[in-house]
Structure formats: structure tokens, C-alpha cells
């Protein structure tokens, strides 16, 4: 279908967006589109005005340093998907947005656009999560910066206020000797997952010493595994897998049916996830 | 261009095909209505409009894009190519690719096969290497008719993959 009518503004500040933002109800962020116009074109949004932040300048601006990477809010997932220097310093990121739509929406679809959209099911917020990465806020009462792990509160829900524009997130390096994986199961290749995990993993000669674990596509929100990141230290590949899987499954307790999946499926999906990522890192640290 | 003041109708200007256009088009007007119903090109097809199918799929400044996940207001300024830049000029010949699936049967109804073509026209052929990766590429575009395999073969002739990695039967 074709999106009802609204006003459309393209301003060059942030400050104006903000102003637009603060002042009309219903106005929402347009950056790159690939959720918000679906939705509007299903008439599943209403919006009175969209405020197009494709034009305001810097807003595209990428930055990589070794203890982390700043992304712009205009800066489209192929710019960071592409960028070696990137996936060097994060490389969750460049295994994460393998997974993000196609082609032709990430060459449209931001970084940051999808964090605010929040999707359950989405790889984003939870790599933000697992890389206790930090948004940068604009909005009528200044700015702000908000942790991600406090960021998403529901499905398609966060603590953005009224009036507030992302204008950035940093993501922080994962200790150099980890691992990161983000692993999911997808009815087909882009679609949203059914359930996902991302794993930073630190692993030792022998045993895990470390584990950062979110699970996607689970609840309202990305879900920390925090049962099974205290199983994961000290586990080693010659010991049960059952204590992994079962610590997963007390984590996602609230994990939900619909169409796809139920709750069970979800559950034993993740803890086979967990087991295989933990596996992954040990034979790598094997190998190396 | 740029302003701060949100308009029910919004200045496009835009070039299509190395042609300029301008137009004061909605606000609300996606950009594969504008190239269809505005420009008058009706080469680039609406499926979905969603973002699922990758039918209007076109190039906006050498990027391949979902025309039905963009506005035209959105697009001033840049260059837009479609399916209709693609054949040479002023001969009835096709462009390589076209005439790949026209060699390997990779459309029946053609309803997609402009979306396909201008993925495939968006990309750098030399990072592909083999038939796995085609099918990675084109992963956005949905095809009803071939099954795929044509489609693939025609890409693995064009951009004259190897045929024999991974023991694939794509090709």
C-alpha cells in the first residue's frame, strides 16, 4: 500500500530536527527508512510529520579508534558493514549486520535507526547490548547519553523521549583476546530471527574465562543470559553441555509463542546457540 | 536542499537515466510511484511494496535501493537509474546481462527480472567468485517463475564464474 499523507521537512541541523520533533505530535525520525516507511506504507504507524535527518550534515560520520567505534546516525549499515578497520576494532558488528535485511536495505538502513526501532528480533540491539555501547541523544532538553542496557524497554520500545533524535551510538571494544559471535535461526536468509544469540567470548587455553551473552528475537527486549554467562566461566568442551542448555532455558524463562516458535522452541534454540558458540571459541583458541 | 519547514508537497529534482526532472510531487509519494507514474518509466515493477520482494529495486547514486522504501522527496538531488538505462541506446541489442537471461531462460513472466538486473548492475562483478555467493547477492530479490537456477546460471555466464566450486549444481 502507499503511506497516508504527511508533512515531510528535511532540515540541516540537528537542532532544527529537534525543534520539528519537540514541537508537532506523531512527527517521527526518518534515516533510512527500512522499518518506518514498511510501516507507514501498511498504515501500521501514524505519523504526522516526518523529519528527514538525510540532510543534516555530520550526521553520517563514522569514527574507529582501538577502544571502540562511533556511528552517526545517517550512516547506512553497507558503510559499516564494508569498513575493515571497523570490523577490526568490532567485529560483532560486521557478523551482525551479515545477518541484517539484504543489500538493497542495508545500502538504505542505518546503524542507529535500528536500535531505535528496537525490534525484538533484530541483531543490533542486542550486539549494542553485548558491547555496552552508549547512545547519543539529542532533544528539547539537551543532551543526553543513555547505556544501551537501558535503552530498550519493550518491543519496539525504548527510553527515547518525546522530541529526542539518536545522533550517534559508540560501541566498546571487546577485550582483543575474544571472541564475538552472533548466530541465529531464520525461516530464510535477512528475515528477522526466530531466536539469536550473540556471544562475546574470552577463551582460555583450556576453559572459558570470560562471556558476555544477549539472546535476540526472545522477548520485548535483547535478553541477557546472565545464568548462563556465569556457567560459561570455567567451561571447558570435555564438560556436559546440559549445564549450559539449562542455565539458558531458567534465562529466558519469558521467552514467547507466536506462529514461528513457541516459547520451548525459542528456549532450546538459544541453548544450542549458546553451545555451539562456546565450542567455536574454544576450538578457536585451540587452533590459534 | 534542505528545510526545516514540514510541507504537504515537496520540490524533486532529480536525474533519471542521465534526464532531468523536476517535479512538485506529495510528500507522501514513494519514489517507485514517482519513477512510474511521474517520470513515466514503467520499466521498474511494484510488487510487494514493503521492502520483501526487491522488484523496484533501482540505483540511486550508483547504490541499489528498494524504490518502494524510499520517498521522492527523499531522492533530490541524486541520480537514478533503472532498468531502461541498461540496453544501449538507440540499437536493439541488450546490455550483457539481459541478454545472459535471455540466453539461459532466467525469466518467465519478467516481473522481477528488472529488479534482479539492477542489483546485479549496482555491483562490482570481480568481489563474486563463484555461484554461492550469486545466490548470497540475490538473496533480496524474490522470483515466482525460475526457481532460481536459470537466474544463476545466466549471472555465472555473464560474469564467467567458475562452474565447477563446491560441487554447486547452480550453472
Redesign the interface.
Known sequence: ????????????TVA??V??LAD?ES?RV?AG??SL??AM??RLTDVS????I???EGLDAVACDPEGVTVGATATQ?RVLDDDAIAAVIPGLRAALRHV?????R??GTVCGSLAHADPAAELPALAVACDAVLAVSGPGGDRRIRAADFFSGPFWTTLEDGELITAVRFAAPPAAAMTVVDEISR???DFAVAGLVAVLEAGDREMRSARLVGFGLGGAPTRLKEAEAVFVGWAADHPTDVIAEAVVADTADAFDDIHATGWYRREAVAALAVRAARRALNAREDA | ????????E?DVEVTVNGRRHRHRA???L?LS?YIRDTVGLTGTHVGC???YC?AC?VLVDG????S????A??VSGAEIRTVEDLAPAGSDSLSPMQQAFHDNYALQCGFCTAGFLM?LE??DPSRYETPEQVV??L??NLCRCTGYHNIVAAVTEAWNLSRRRGGSDYG
Open positions: 500500500m502507499k503511506p497516508a499523507e504527511f508533512d515531510y521537512c528535511r532540515p540541516s532544527e530536527a525543534t520539528v508537532v512527527a526518518l527508512g527500512q516507511i514498511p506504507n501498511f510529520v516526518l523529519v528527514d538525510g540532510g543534516v553497507t535485511g539484504h543489500l538493497q536495505i545500502n538504505r530464510r536468509a535477512g | 536542499m534542505t528545510t526545516s519547514e514540514p510541507t504537504s515537496t506529495p510528500s507522501r514513494l510511484d511494496e514493503h521492502g526487491g529495486t547504490d541499489a535501493v528498494r518502494c522504501l524510499m520517498l522527496a527523499q542489483t549496482s555491483v548470497e547477492l538473496s533480496g
